[in-house]
């Protein structure tokens, strides 16, 4: 009750001060955390001291942070693309667009963003929240300075495995994304009647770009290292308690967001251009 | 043996610890003693390097602990084991994992070797049949005493402790003391115990630094500690009415 007082406090009292704070304090301020984040991934990608750990670990990862994950990515895509296909056919009625082209622009939507983007935006939500709870709740239990001692590396050991089994499931994710959901759309329009299912067919396949899917699965990379870092970050940085843990984890969530919707306009314009 | 020298520590400008200078032997329970928020667990951490110090010397042995890279570290925190005030097990582990991680990591032995030595350091604190619980299934003092078995399971030279019986009932608290008492005296440790319970002191205080406000104010051992001059220690010692009633008699 005191302590929750005391932070009530604490946290206005920061808020007004910010809200005074010369620009150029904010500078340095944002400055350090980049510096920081970059520290942390220097010592994140040091040498492992027992390999066998690490690939258990990863293993481990794979299974929570993956795995775990193909429900929703499944259930999200499939009502996209019924969304998609109908929002299409709506907006289409006019007799002179071919009906095919609904398949197509189903098909499109689902691979160029959702299946990357909008699905990196929600394991954000998702996987970047856990990751920063996680961590944070070790910082400030001391379970990271009981590391520390006995003279492991926490970094790696902590976050390296989540990097790995990141990067390694979650292109398999979007892959699952676009089948559920173009498969998603399939089954709208056809059950609403504004597509006949051979139409959609045909529009599935008229004038396909395979490298669209090398385009996303790319994308898919970095947003997952982003979402995992970025997050571990937010994490292994808590100082205080379990408030503190709460906040790492909003900060997670919305600095994964918007770094992974500033990459997504810097590599559409370099892959697509 | 840890020695340190002239060591001052401060958070953003406010000094925590002030020119402290002190010794620890092996074999011997050294006790660092003090108020709440006097420094104690800052001046532990320093000691084994999770805060940065800004001024002073860190001696392990004949080695320049503060001054040495991540590697050199390692090699002297390889031979510590730390009990940390919330018991810091890790919580995705159960109990015969966590005893088993520093195992896994440094040493070399076989899987069967390894379980052995986990079930030795379970038994060696009293822990038994615990082997596959998680540590949000042990009581408080389990956990203190798994903590201890992690600590001891690559026979350290360097034990720490902070405040391992806070939070216990004065049997259990009893326990553990001597359980680390006689652990130090086993394996000859160099074993450094922060703590603000005066029973703990009385029972195996062999060497006593007081601590108040980030100053060093008093050292020696538990038969000087109640006749010492310094007011400090005194109002800490004698807080509690049964210390005073024992004093009165005394006089
Ligand atoms: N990370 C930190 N940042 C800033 N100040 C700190 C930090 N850690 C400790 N302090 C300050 O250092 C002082 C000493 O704290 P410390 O935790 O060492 O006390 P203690 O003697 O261990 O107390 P207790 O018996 O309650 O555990 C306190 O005033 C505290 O506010
Ligand atoms: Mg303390």
Same mark, same amino acid.
Request: net charge neutral.
């Given at each position: 009750?005191?302590?929750?007082?005391?932070?009530?406090?604490?946290?206005?009292?920061?808020?007004?001060?910010?809200?005074?704070?010369?620009?150029?304090?904010?500078?340095?301020?944002?400055?350090?955390?980049?510096?920081?984040?970059?520290?942390?991934?220097?010592?994140?990608?040091?040498?492992?001291?027992?390999?066998?750990?690490?690939?258990?670990?990863?293993?481990?990862?794979?299974?929570?942070?993956?795995?775990?994950?193909?429900?929703? @990515?499944?259930?999200?895509? /499939?009502?996209?693309?019924?969304?998609? +296909? *109908?929002?299409?056919?709506?907006?289409? $009625? !006019?007799? =002179?667009?071919?009906?095919?082209?609904?398949?197509?622009?189903?098909?499109?939507?689902?691979?160029?963003?959702?299946?990357?983007?909008?699905?990196?935006?929600?394991?954000?939500?998702?996987?970047?929240?856990?990751?920063?709870?996680?961590?944070?709740?070790?910082?400030?239990?001391?379970?990271?300075?009981?590391?520390?001692?006995?003279?492991?590396?926490?970094?790696?050991?902590?976050?390296?495995?989540?990097?790995?089994?990141?990067?390694?499931?979650?292109?398999?994710?979007?892959?699952?994304? @676009?089948?559920?959901?173009? /498969?998603?759309?399939?089954?709208?329009? +056809? *059950?609403?009647?504004?597509?006949?299912? $051979? !139409?959609? =067919?045909?529009?599935?396949?008229?004038?396909?770009?395979?490298?669209?899917?090398?385009?996303?699965?790319?994308?898919?990379?970095?947003?997952?290292?982003?979402?995992?870092?970025?997050?571990?970050?937010?994490?292994?940085?808590?100082?205080?308690?379990?408030?503190?843990?709460?906040?790492?984890?909003?900060?997670?969530?919305?600095?994964?967001?918007?770094?992974?919707?500033?990459?997504?306009?810097?590599?559409?314009?370099?892959?697509?251009? | 043996?840890?020695?340190?020298?002239?060591?001052?520590?401060?958070?953003?400008?406010?000094?925590?610890?002030?020119?402290?200078?002190?010794?620890?032997?092996?074999?011997?329970?050294?006790?660092?003693?003090?108020?709440?928020?006097?420094?104690?667990?800052?001046?532990?951490?320093?000691?084994?390097?999770?805060?940065?110090?800004?001024?002073?010397?860190?001696?392990?042995?004949?080695?320049?602990?503060?001054?040495?890279?991540?590697?050199?570290?390692?090699?002297?925190?390889?031979?510590?084991?730390?009990?940390?005030?919330?018991?810091?097990?890790?919580?995705?582990?159960?109990?015969?994992?966590?005893?088993?991680?520093?195992?896994?990591?440094?040493?070399?032995?076989?899987?069967?070797?390894?379980?052995?030595?986990?079930?030795?350091?379970?038994?060696?604190?009293?822990?038994?049949?615990?082997?596959?619980?998680?540590?949000?299934?042990?009581?408080?003092?389990?956990?203190?005493?798994?903590?201890?078995?992690?600590?001891?399971?690559?026979?350290?030279?360097?034990?720490?402790?902070?405040?391992?019986?806070?939070?216990?009932?004065?049997?259990?608290?009893?326990?553990?003391?001597?359980?680390?008492?006689?652990?130090?005296?086993?394996?000859?440790?160099?074993?450094?115990?922060?703590?603000?319970?005066?029973?703990?002191?009385?029972?195996?205080?062999?060497?006593?630094?007081?601590?108040?406000?980030?100053?060093?104010?008093?050292?020696?051992?538990?038969?000087?500690?109640?006749?010492?001059?310094?007011?400090?220690?005194?109002?800490?010692?004698?807080?509690?009415?049964?210390?005073?009633?024992?004093?009165?008699?005394?006089?």
């Amino acid at each position: 009750m005191q302590t929750g007082f005391k932070n009530q406090f604490n946290r206005n009292t920061i808020n007004i001060s910010n809200f005074g704070m010369p620009n150029y304090r904010r500078m340095i301020k944002f400055l350090t955390q980049f510096g920081r984040y970059f520290l942390l991934l220097k010592k994140v990608f040091s040498k492992p001291e027992k390999p066998s750990l690490y690939f258990k670990q990863t293993f481990r990862e794979l299974v929570y942070l993956g795995v775990n994950s193909i429900g929703i @990515i499944a259930i999200i895509s /499939f009502f996209m693309g019924a969304v998609i +296909t *109908l929002q299409t056919a709506y907006n289409t $009625e !006019n007799p =002179i667009y071919p009906k095919y082209l609904i398949g197509l622009g189903c098909r499109d939507s689902i691979i160029l963003e959702f299946s990357s983007t909008v699905a990196a935006l929600i394991l954000a939500g998702k996987v970047g929240s856990n990751i920063a709870s996680e961590i944070g709740t070790m910082r400030v239990t001391e379970q990271i300075d009981a590391m520390e001692i006995m003279g492991v590396n926490s970094a790696s050991y902590l976050i390296l495995p989540k990097i790995v089994a990141t990067i390694l499931f979650n292109p398999i994710l979007t892959l699952i994304g @676009i089948i559920v959901g173009i /498969f998603g759309g399939w089954i709208a329009g +056809t *059950l609403s009647g504004v597509i006949t299912s $051979e !139409n959609f =067919i045909y529009g599935i396949q008229y004038a396909f770009i395979p490298y669209y899917i090398v385009y996303s699965l790319i994308k898919t990379l970095f947003f997952a290292f982003i979402i995992t870092s970025i997050s571990a970050f937010q994490g292994y940085y808590v100082d205080g308690g379990s408030l503190e843990v709460g906040q790492a984890s909003t900060k997670a969530v919305v600095f994964s967001s918007v770094v992974i919707l500033l990459f997504n306009v810097i590599l559409t314009q370099l892959l697509l251009s | 043996m840890i020695r340190i020298v002239k060591l001052n520590k401060s958070f953003n400008g406010k000094p925590v610890l002030q020119n402290i200078s002190v010794t620890f032997e092996p074999g011997k329970t050294n006790l660092i003693i003090g108020r709440s928020g006097s420094g104690k667990t800052v001046l532990l951490k320093s000691i084994v390097g999770l805060h940065e110090i800004d001024s002073g010397e860190i001696w392990y042995e004949n080695t320049l602990f503060n001054k040495l890279d991540f590697i050199g570290k390692k090699r002297i925190r390889s031979e510590m084991g730390m009990l940390f005030q919330g018991s810091a097990l890790f919580d995705s582990l159960t109990v015969e994992q966590n005893v088993m991680f520093p195992l896994d990591m440094f040493s070399d032995k076989t899987p069967d070797e390894k379980l052995e030595r986990v079930n030795f350091c379970l038994n060696r604190v009293d822990i038994h049949d615990a082997n596959a619980l998680f540590p949000s299934e042990l009581s408080g003092g389990m956990k203190k005493r798994v903590a201890i078995a992690r600590a001891i399971a690559l026979n350290p030279k360097y034990l720490f402790c902070d405040e391992p019986n806070s939070g216990l009932d004065p049997i259990t608290a009893i326990l553990i003391d001597a359980l680390i008492k006689e652990l130090t005296e086993e394996y000859s440790m160099t074993t450094i115990i922060n703590t603000h319970d005066m029973n703990s002191v009385m029972e195996i205080g062999e060497k006593i630094v007081f601590i108040s406000e980030g100053v060093k104010c008093w050292e020696g051992n538990k038969n000087e500690i109640l006749n010492s001059d310094c007011d400090s220690l005194n109002d800490f010692v004698f807080a509690n009415s049964l210390a005073k009633k024992l004093r009165a008699s005394n006089k």
